[in-house]
T-cell receptor
Framework: EPEVTQTPSHQVTQMGQEVILRCVPISNHLYFYWYRQILGQKVEFLVSFYNNEISEKSEIFDDQFSVERPDGSNFTLKIRSTKLEDSAMYFC?????????????FGPGTRLTVT | GQQLNQSPQSMFIQEGEDVSMNCTSS?????WLWYKQDPGEGPVLLIALYKAGELTSNGRLTAQFGITRKDSFLNISASIPSDVGIYFC??????????FGKGTRLHILP
């Protein structure tokens, strides 16, 4: 069964450093998303991406964040200058073009620890 | 912004018991979703509801989309150990953004 994959599973970085979190969505999906989940809290929407541009973003997704689809398979989230409060699980999700019902498939997540 | 109030926050039940959890919002949603998250993994979609009043089952799981569009419930019948996890309700208005509840953590006592 096709699945969303994410790398790395765990990233430790120092405050102020740049990080890039990588995702490979399901191959025929065209809608891509990033969410974050601070330990013990709810999953929070960050950004959605379609047709090579951001279609929606939350207030969390400020100028320190950016997303990119550099090739036909990867979808990345970059945090330019990490802060302690960026420590969280980051989930990538994708959905198929004919599912206007928003059946998003989530990856296993990347745990980001900022020290 | 839009928020979902999910209750209870946690539940401790005996294996074999039925479970009920619900979600309410002050805002209307066009779609209600229920996810389960196992430790160390991403949320997995259990049930999606698209119409007010809709009642949908997926095995031992049953969920309903409230008639007011502001609430939904999820029932699990005859719980088993693998039902342990965190259950999230979520709503969307087809603007590409899913709003999640804070989750209900289900514990099953031996």
């Amino acid at each position: 069964e096709p699945e969303v994959t994410q790398t790395p599973s765990h990233q430790v970085t120092q405050m102020g450093q740049e990080v890039i979190l990588r995702c490979v969505p399901i191959s025929n999906h065209l809608y891509f998303y990033w969410y974050r989940q601070i330990l013990g809290q709810k999953v929070e929407f960050l950004v959605s991406f379609y047709n090579n541009e951001i279609s929606e973003k939350s207030e969390i997704f400020d100028d320190q964040f950016s997303v990119e689809r550099p090739d036909g398979s990867n979808f990345t989230l970059k945090i330019r200058s990490t802060k302690l409060e960026d420590s969280a699980m980051y989930f990538c999700a994708s959905s198929a073009p004919d599912t206007a019902d928003y059946e998003q498939y989530f990856g296993p997540g990347t745990r980001l620890t900022v020290t | 912004g839009q928020q979902l109030n999910q209750s209870p926050q946690s539940m401790f039940i005996q294996e074999g018991e039925d479970v009920s959890m619900n979600c309410t919002s002050s805002s209307i949603f066009n779609t209600w979703l229920w996810y389960k998250q196992d430790p160390g993994e991403g949320p997995v979609l259990l049930i999606a509801l698209y119409k007010a009043g809709e009642l949908t089952s997926n095995g031992r799981l049953t969920a309903q989309f409230g008639i007011t569009r502001k609430d939904s419930f999820l029932n699990i019948s005859a719980s088993i150990p693998s039902d342990v996890g965190i259950y999230f309700c979520a709503g969307t208005n087809r603007d590409d953004k899913i709003i999640f509840g804070k989750g209900t953590r289900l514990h099953i006592l031996p």
